[in-house]
């Protein structure tokens, strides 16, 4: 089972940040939580060299690692996804249990997605 402190952040990461990816890097002082799977609200878009989650009418339930980090991660996160250019948004995100009842956050592509292949409930690159 997992531990969380209650004043650090929880981001569920999906694409590029997961380990063994080429960003894994920016969350390497975070902790690892596990493999959490979202609510089936969602789907994932290959963009080319990344992901992007999009909520969606007829979504699945999206895979990736549910991360305990610092608001300082978060801060470099939102920098590294494009949050200040609308390339992407921070937002609340249910996920199934174990991790349904903590607040957790994740990114979501805020471009459209028509025309982009699907990349199926998880990301691989």
Known sequence: MFEVSE??????????LKRGECRAHFLSEGTYLGLGKTVPQFRLYDCGEYPGLVLASSGVSVEGEV?????????????????????YRREAVTLLPPFHTLNV????F????EGLPDAGTVWKS
Request: aromatic content about 10%; hydrophobic content about 45%.
């Open 7 to 16: 004043d650090c952040p929880i981001v569920f990461v999906y694409g590029t």
């Open 105 to 108: 956050e994740t990114y979501l």
């Open 67 to 87: 991360w305990q980090v610092t608001d300082r991660i978060v801060a470099a996160l939102d920098i590294e996804e494009g949050v200040d250019i609308g390339l």
């Open 110 to 113: 805020q471009h459209e997605v």
